[in-house]
């Protein structure tokens, strides 16, 4: 039994869709969210920020008694995951790795795509990762830069007008190209999963990234026997920018109301 909590990071909202498999998979665990509202999103910064954000992030969530790390962000994933691993004596997982496995997977085709934050689609980090895997697959990564805002901003529903222009023009090269699966390489993109979906059809797997991340994590922790036991686990949730606009906006991505107290941070003093 180990009743140590997970801690989970994004650059804002989109990690909340991993925290929400997290707990249902896991539903024993102390889990703590850390978003970084105030500096969001990531997806257009250099590598050199990247990696001091996502330094602070976990220097942060590093203050509570973790015994894992979970990056639910696409793009900390794809550019920081290496240094981050070698700097911390604790597991860290991030998305890249599990999206990989379950695309080579999926692929009917070995046409895969990858849509994501155009930090993670110039690491080239998912085309290594397949590659690795199966150097036969071909991989079609575009950054859709207008995804995050929009998701952050509750622009995700079928139907709105914007959302379907936006995601029509995106998803053009992945239709022409006839991929069968497509990475959600961004935890936002879930939301945009209908949308997503409608455009590409039914013959195309969608994988989403926070899943398949939270599974790999559940997987390690049954197989290392460090699962806390007892009374279902409490949740806490901190944010760099407003406490209140995160817990109106957080219910879409958690399935529901906030189920934990939301505090502000200042990210800078870590």
Known sequence: MDKR???VFDSGLGGLTALRELRRLLPGEELVYFGDTGRVPYGGRGKDTILRY???????????????????CGTVSA??????????????FGVVEPAARAAVAATRKGKVGL?????????GAYEKAIAAL??????????????????????????DPVVELVAREYLAPMQEAGVDTLVLG???????????GGIMGPGVTLIDTGAVCAAETARF???????????????????SDSASDFAALAAPFLGGEVDGPVERVDIEKY
Do not use: M, W
């Not at 290392?224 to 901190?238: I, P, V």
């Open 5 to 7: 909590a997970i801690g």
């Open 54 to 72: 996502a330094r602070q992030d976990v220097a942060f969530l590093r203050t509570f008694d973790l015994k894992a790390v979970v990056i639910a």
């Open 79 to 92: 550019n920081a995951l290496t240094e981050l691993r070698a700097e911390n004596d604790l597991p860290i």
């Open 115 to 123: 849509i994501a934050t155009a930090a993670s689609v110039r690491s």
């Open 134 to 159: 199966d150097p036969g697959v071909e991989v079609r990564s575009d950054a859709c830069p207008l995804f995050v805002p929009l998701v952050e901003n509750g622009r995700h529903r079928p139907g």
């Open 186 to 196: 961004c935890t936002h993109y879930p939301l945009l999963r209908e949308v997503i």
């Open 221 to 239: 922790l049954v197989g290392k026997g460090l699962l806390a036991e007892g009374q279902a686990g409490s949740r806490r949730y901190f944010v």
